[in-house]
């Protein structure tokens, strides 16, 4: 079975399974469930479609469904946006090509740098493509890390997050922090399957981080646009900040991330003493593990 045929099926699979039948509203049966989840034939009659073409989808077999066909096996599995778009890119209606290749260097306009200095209070992180970090601002460095220190080819939101001890010290709750980083990269990859780049990072993660290879395999998917992140920092101690999400015009694979704290809170006291010791100090907070 081809590698993208296989992760359909995987994913179709695990998404069926955890479906909800009593919220499906689904007519009752009378049946004894011996496995969690919809049946086969429960999603393809909540689909309308047949439960042989819901059975040959789902063991991967070469069927391109059409888009509204796509839309009701999403409904009927109850997956949100990001769920729909990874099951369109599984199937072949997105954009994704399983063709290997080798994706152009992403580089940031000298206006978006400007941009950045401009947010000088407010801390900001651009991401690319599988969570390349870009750019990033003094206060972004001083509220994270400073990626510029890390080699070139390290420079990467979810490996650093999986890999680096100062990341697991950082976040409160860093195993859910790390499992939505997996799962946003678990989206991107579906996106664009034939990354080479992409591939040698998933690679290095499974070999290195036991907690990847158990979440990726889980074949969740996630799509992060706005939230918060509980901090624990070395200079200013424990503080909240919220995020929203920005994509850049003219580049659907640049996203600014901007960091903010509630109006005069202990998170937004902490954050503005952490703008005046980035201009006093180094600016960064020191890594063994880059």
Excluded at 85 to 92: C, N, R, S, T, V
Excluded at 123 to 134: E, H, K, S, T, Y
Excluded at 147 to 168: K, Q
């Amino acid at each position: 079975m081809p590698e993208k045929n296989f992760e359909l099926a995987d994913f179709l699979r695990r998404a069926r399974s955890q479906c909800d039948p009593s919220r499906a509203g689904l007519p009752a049966d009378g049946r004894v469930r011996r496995v969690p989840g919809l049946r086969r034939e429960e999603v393809a009659f909540l689909a309308g479609v047949s439960t042989d073409y819901y059975a040959r989808l789902e063991q991967g077999r070469r069927i391109v469904p059409s888009q509204s066909v796509v839309d009701a096996i999403g409904r009927a599995l109850g997956l949100d946006q990001a769920g729909r778009a990874h099951l369109a890119d599984l199937i072949g209606l997105g954009t994704a090509t399983a063709r290997p290749h080798v994706l152009p260097v992403q580089r940031v306009r000298p206006g978006v740098y400007q941009m950045l200095e401009a947010l000088d209070g407010v801390p900001a992180i651009v991401l690319g493509r599988r969570a390349d970090v870009l750019a990033q601002n003094r206060l972004g460095k001083a509220l994270f890390t400073d990626f510029e220190r890390f080699p070139a080819a390290h420079r990467n939101y979810a490996r650093w997050m999986l890999l680096d001890e100062e990341a697991r010290s950082l976040f409160v709750d860093w195993e859910d922090q790390a499992r939505t980083a997996v799962e946003n990269l678990r989206l991107q990859v579906g996106n664009d399957p034939g990354d080479r780049a992409a591939t040698e990072l998933l690679a290095g993660l499974r070999e290195r981080s036991p907690e990847f290879g158990r979440w990726w395999d889980a074949h969740h998917v996630n799509q992060r646009t706005y939230g918060s992140k509980r901090l624990r920092h070395p200079v200013v101690g424990d503080l909240t900040v919220e995020y929203e999400t920005l994509t850049l015009p003219g580049d659907g694979d640049t996203t600014l991330f901007l960091y903010s704290t509630e109006p005069n809170s202990p998170s937004d006291r902490a954050l503005r003493v952490l703008a005046s010791w980035s201009l006093t100090g180094d600016g960064a907070v020191r890594s063994d593990a880059g």
